[in-house]
């Protein structure tokens, strides 16, 4: 491990605003701020809003510098790279940043019912083999993960450069009848993008350099806690396709 590395989780254990549970303190088990945010560590009792697979956390610190009125949560499991995230909400002073170090599998360990207001999704892995389809962070799986703390009324957006994941999400969303406020397949060439929209992490400028179009969509789960896995037509091709490819 570079040296680099080690210096940035020596500096993560001194930050206030990252949360790093160990292992055992979250399989199977509630994590002590689960349904506590609000009072405990923001001391307010403004919305939650998480933005999961965080990376570098730029989109929660871009989105808490916007709206300071509400509460950014960024979520991964990266150490060293959320250290620039976590960093800068520290240099700056930020009340409104957090950021916890785990995988999303266990985010559940973390939040109460009803106690999040919106999550954001923002470049992750499109896991485009077929047998990855349940790791997709818009996938069945991840959406009743999802219903156990999101409000009812909350929504999730995602931001991402695979058509193929934008795809699917809109085949989900159409799948179980969830309620659709946008779906757009190119969000600077057609203007969609507002100002939330238009912060432009360093995956998003790349993409953009080589001419990929930024999609974009946000649903809601409303009511629905259960969301059984299904086959989507779409993966199987993708994977003949490859197939043909390697032969």
Not at 102 to 129: C, H, M, Y
């Amino acid at each position: 491990m570079g040296k680099d590395k080690l210096r940035r989780f020596a500096e993560n254990e001194t930050f206030s605003c990252m949360i790093q549970p160990d292992f055992d303190d979250i399989f199977h088990k509630d994590h002590p701020l689960k349904g506590h945010w609000g009072e405990e560590f923001f001391h307010n009792d403004n919305p939650i809003i998480l933005e999961l697979g965080c990376g570098k956390g730029e989109y929660t610190i871009a989105l808490a510098e916007r709206n300071p009125n509400a509460n950014y949560i960024g979520i991964d499991i990266k150490g060293a790279r959320m250290w620039r995230g976590a960093k800068t909400a520290t240099e700056q002073k930020m009340p409104n940043v957090a950021f916890i170090r785990t995988r999303i599998e266990f985010i559940n360990s973390f939040f109460a019912e009803g106690e999040v207001s919106e999550i954001w999704i923002t470049f992750p892995d499109p896991q485009l083999k077929t047998r990855r389809a349940k790791k997709r962070l818009t996938s069945p799986i991840f959406l009743e993960y999802y219903a156990k703390f999101l409000k009812q009324d909350g929504w999730i957006n995602l931001k991402t450069d695979s058509q193929h994941l934008y795809g699917y999400t809109n085949a989900v969303v159409e799948h179980f009848g969830l309620k659709c406020e946008a779906s757009n397949s190119d969000i600077y060439g057609t203007g969609f993008a507002d100002e939330k929209l238009s912060v432009k992490t360093a995956y998003e400028q790349m993409f953009l350099q080589r001419g990929l179009p930024i999609t974009y969509t946000r649903f809601s789960l409303g009511k629905q806690t259960t969301f059984p896995m299904f086959d989507w037509e779409e993966d199987d091709k993708l994977e003949k396709d490859n197939e043909e490819a390697r032969k």
